[in-house]
């Protein structure tokens, strides 16, 4: 395994100040690699990807649609009923089909989607820009790594254990829990760091 130490950026231009920086300071360009981390939820998005854990409340929207279509379907039917003498039977029709529109619409929302709790940044990757370093391939220290990172601009920081082969982070998992030690986001109030950057 490797210390390995990933800055998020969010503009490639900053990305790219960073690699620049690290090749400067003699990190060999076979211990760096860069890539684009797609928005939580969308990391199946590119052929790269692979977004394995679907949001926990999406789970109950399919129930919660079903139900909402089925109540607004009835309010609509009532509401057709009663608008048939001015327009005609497709009063009717209408109205359970604008009924059951919006109930499964507001029942897909209702059915746990709206009550979870949005991550922040500490726990989801945001969309970023990331470079990843072999911290320890190369002539600087991981706390030399990040400090690089940080003077380009790094939203986020930070420090895993993982395999470096082939030039890149072979096991990097975009949907795992960042261990931030540094960058801005680490920074801001309530964010969780970590103390050391070797987790």
Not at 7 to 31: N, W, Y
Not at 75 to 84: D, F, K, P, R, S
Not at 100 to 115: E, I, P, Q, R, S
Not at 157 to 166: D, K, L, T
Request: with cysteine; proline share 6%; aromatic share 4%.
């Amino acid at each position: 395994m490797a210390t390995i130490i990933a800055g998020g950026f969010d503009v490639s231009i900053d990305a790219d100040a960073a690699v620049q920086r690290l090749k400067e300071a003699g990190v060999d360009s076979e211990f760096i690699c860069n890539f684009r981390v797609n928005a939580p939820g969308q990391h199946g998005a590119l052929p790269a990807g692979g977004d394995h854990h679907a949001s926990a409340g999406a789970h109950e929207a399919g129930k919660g649609a079903g139900k909402g279509a089925a109540i607004g379907a009835a309010a609509g039917l009532v509401a057709g009923a009663a608008i048939t003498p001015v327009v005609g039977p497709i009063g009717i029709a209408a109205g359970v089909a604008a009924g059951a529109y919006g109930g499964a619409l507001t029942g897909g929302m209702k059915a746990g989607v709206d009550k979870e709790a949005q991550p922040g940044n500490d726990t989801v990757r945001p969309a970023e820009n990331m470079i990843a370093v072999n911290a320890d391939a190369g002539p600087l220290t991981a706390d030399e790594v990040i400090r690089i990172m940080e003077e380009c601009g790094a939203r986020q920081v930070e420090s895993n254990q993982g395999v470096w082969a082939n030039g890149e982070w072979a096991d990097f998992n975009p949907v795992s829990m960042p261990h931030l030690v540094g960058g801005r986001d680490a920074h801001e109030p309530g964010a969780q760091s970590d103390a050391s950057p070797s987790t």
